[in-house]
């Protein structure tokens, strides 16, 4: 008997490394889909480089092309995903809404790389904007990424439950001086004041986690989402928006830039309200990981169709380990 | 029968000076009470100064709300009006697009007074956003004003021929990269290099025309305008707009600092790439003069609702005389 059940456990065992490995590579093979599926969107959703005036236009491809994981454009083709029957028909039409993300996420990028913000030179492994093609033209082709982002919301077929006008008052709130832009001043604010934990959560609840719980929603509502998958998918999108931003906060502290792709330890040089900063690096892995569970509950009732965004949340929960 | 004739020749002298003075007042007091309007529908449309963070806020209301002559609303609900039946509906229902212009115009001012940009101080009799609030406050002021202006659309109750995806697409392609943003670009690229009469147009149709061209488009589709009465109402926009730069071109060399509410002989100073540089004084009055007879007679077809965009014209080409 006791055989018998050792070889159990071990075939058992075996099992589910074979389901880790397999679920790992075809995550793996899933985010790539999705990313070249965004990346050849993106490309074609802004004018060419060729196009008067052609250094704005460089500019405007040199950040938008410029690498990066996509994380947000194919959350929301994740969300679309987990509601939607019609897979290819679902997808296209998040399309638009997903590189809308994308493009708000670029422009934020591009501003507070800007000498005048949090003076960065450094950006997914290669010089920031302003570092190429000076300060107004990067500062002019975030403005201009972030004017196209608004009009890839009229691409979208809408559901009637959520018209183009709901569409677009879920960005315009999101980007706000409430929300996207309230955080990153609220961000410059707090820079060497020994901010509190209430501090630092306006901060990273604005800055890194609304744009997750707008790429959630918006994908949602492309999918004609019923009210309570909406909810559900913004609670997820809200809990590991914030998962995301303490794992940022944690990398900082604890990885060098060639593998950040960006300048390592500039959060804690420039003084900035961050979660180690305020609670230490354990409890902040602690918190990530509470998080992260939290996301992955709002999931609980919404079926099998939510299994890629359950993948994605826990693989990045892992990326600080 | 010589006195009877001269007597008659004084009475209609003095009809003309009645009509011309009486028209002249009732344009005052119109656009006064446009502009007020305007004023109080401008400051509803963005949060209090109290809202969190308080300095974004303060420096989104120190710019929208620090005065300026509101021409870009007011033709907004001009275009409107001229085609409308029903005024108060009309006006209530063009006022969004009014607000989302003149907010796309602030951001704007606000970016291009940075100092990486055109380096200016003051704006509206007043110290620039940048001076007040530092430049990183006053560069995502500009940003919130800019997301806001898109989701004001929302509020437009769209007839069925102009829905919001159209307006959306409107207004994207207008700010965008090949258009207002792009005229901004080319403006600072052209600083001290003899530009051309083409580049000076190239440019003005973009950072100026494009805007009051804008304006009277999303106007004329508030209030429901036929192909053909858009189409005169664009060529009128695209002509007084270019007029309305050419002016400012002049004024800019011409008036004082006190006058103009913002610094004079900047764009000399600067090398800026302005009619009067490149044709003269003398041949940029004859061309703003021509290009207000040009925008006039767009108007000829439209009946007698456009009196007021004709007295606007008028009035603004009177401005440098």
Known sequence: ????SFAFQILLFLYKIEIMISGRVSLFVYLEKRRALVEKSLASCIPSAATRPETLHQAMRYSLLG?????RPILVLCAAEALGDDSEYVISNALPAACAVELLHIC????????SMDDDDFRHRKPAAHRVFGEAVALLAGDALLSRAFGLLAEIDCPKR???????NEMTLSVGSRRLIGGQVA????????????????IHERKTAEMVRL???LGAMTANATPVQL??????GTA?????????????????????????????????????AVIGIDASKREAARLTRKALKSLDSLGEGTYRLRQIAERLLIRHC
């Open 1 to 4: 008997m006791l055989t018998r």
């Open 67 to 71: 690498g990066g994981k996509r994380l």
């Open 108 to 115: 934020s990028l591009i501003h507070d790389d800007l000498p």
């Open 162 to 168: 959520y018209p183009l006008s709901v569409m677009l």
């Open 187 to 202: 961000d410059l604010e707090a820079i060497a004041k020994n901010a509190s934990l209430d501090q630092v959560r306006f």
């Open 215 to 217: 790429a959630l929603r």
């Open 231 to 236: 909810d559900k998918l913004t609670d997820f």
């Open 240 to 276: 590991l928006g914030l998962a995301y931003q303490v794992i940022d906060d944690i990398l900082d502290v604890t990885e060098r830039s060639e593998r950040l792709g960006k300048t390592a330890g500039k959060d804690v040089k420039a003084g900035k309200a961050t979660y180690p």
